[in-house]
């Protein structure tokens, strides 16, 4: 148990190391750097991060929940559903939580107004850039089907860079948001395993 505290320790420093190096010296120039970026480019990542919406992935996993936890009855499966399905709806709503408390501003204020940092407790689109939403479902989805399916761990990870990446092109995130919601969406899928391991309810 010491063992895993300290690696959570570890993981969840790293993380804010990283996301605070972002911060005071890439956020800026990258975030002017994407805006320059080619159109071609853009149409890409804007249908990369399509895939980070979380809407679906909430109606699919609770559906098949509800399938296989009433008609097939299927334990395993409908707790592999449910697993996914808190996954990414408990870790949308500790974002979102996160979002009003940093009252970030987007690029967008950067470009037109010049404003960069924080304005806590602000709710709106242009002040709740951290962490980023699309970022957050990415890599909650990714790790809670790595659990399920290891063999397929690495694509997965590397569609959900894809798409935390993709924010940060569209200029609609700084890189230090989706960092941040990388390990928001890593640590919420984490807590929610162990969870299902202490009440018994198996999903692999």
Known sequence: MKHLQKQHILIFASFVLASAVAYFFLDVPLAYWSRGLDRSILDIAEIVTSFGRSGAYLIVSFLLFLFFRFYRKREIYANRFVFIFASVAISGIVGDIIKWIAGRYRPVMLFNE???????????????????????????????????????????????????????????????????????????????????????????
Not at 150 to 175: D, E, G, N
Request: glycine share 8%; proline share 2%.
């Open 114 to 204: 010049g404003l960069y940092g924080f304005s806590f407790f602000q709710a709106g689109y242009e002040v709740n850039s951290f962490v980023s939403g699309h970022a957050v479902t990415a890599f909650s989805l990714a790790l809670s089907l790595a659990i399920l399916f290891p063999k397929y761990r690495i694509p997965l990870f590397l569609a959900a860079v894809a798409i935390a990446a993709s924010r940060v092109l569209l200029s609609v995130h700084f890189l230090s948001d989706a960092v941040f919601g990388a390990y928001i969406g890593i640590a919420t899928v984490q807590v929610i395993k162990f969870i299902f391991d202490r009440n018994g309810l198996k999903v692999s």
